[in-house]
């Protein structure tokens, strides 16, 4: 099992900690930074695509493409990618483009955005939103192209991190912080005030 190389990562313990006091906390959209321009989504997939970097199959094209600013939300919506069939990638969105297409685009209804309730280690709620954006259209082509094109800097499939970490996240967090595993730093303000009111 190999820690991602992409993501921040705080132990388990203390990200549990810190969500007490969320909901009294500054207010906006969670998400984790990469870099000093980048902000990254959580996509379950095919691990056919997955395999070639690809963020849709030609089977998905014309539908909508979901993916979760929330890691925690994104796991366990997947049963901490319990599916061999399946995957999980972290994929560093360029905020520029990002901001770009919900300004320009939100209206159309190529990009929407859903909050709804995130989830704890174990499941149960937390006291902020989860973020989903869904992307159609030209919206969706130009995020599909992945590293050839201007939305995505770069993904990392974190499959087996997150299967690794799964029974030590749910049952033993202090253990699964002692052997450094995490999950991936969200920082409140990490998005302009444009995105959290979208």
């Known amino acids: 099992m190999s820690v991602p190389s992409t993501l921040t990562l705080v132990p388990f313990n203390k990200d549990i900690a810190e969500s007490v006091s969320e909901s009294s906390g500054a207010g906006g959209v ?13 996509q379950q997939l095919s691990a056919a695509c997955a395999d070639q970097q690809q963020l849709y ?43 770009d297409v919900i300004q320009h685009h939100i209206s159309t209804g190529e990009i929407t955005m ?14 902020r939103p989860a973020v989903l954006l869904g992307m159609s259209g030209g919206v969706a082509e130009a995020y599909a192209t992945a590293c050839r094109g201007p939305a995505v800097a770069s993904l990392e499939d974190i499959t ?11 049952h033993a967090p202090q253990e699964a912080s002692s052997a450094g595993l ?10 302009d005030a444009e995105l959290a009111m979208g």
């Open 30 to 42: 969670r998400a984790h930074r990469f870099g000093q321009d980048c902000l990254t989504v959580y």
């Open 57 to 99: 199959s030609e089977l998905d094209r014309g539908q909508v493409i979901w993916v979760s600013l929330s890691f925690l939300w994104t796991v366990n919506k997947s049963g901490w990618a319990e599916a061999d069939h399946e995957r999980i990638l972290a994929v560093h969105l360029r905020e520029s483009w990002l901001l």
């Open 114 to 127: 859903e909050c709804v309730a995130d989830c704890s280690r174990d499941g149960s709620p937390r006291p």
């Open 160 to 170: 087996s991190y997150v299967r690794a970490a799964r029974g030590l996240a749910q």
């Open 182 to 191: 995490g999950v991936p730093r969200e920082g409140a303000r990490a998005m």
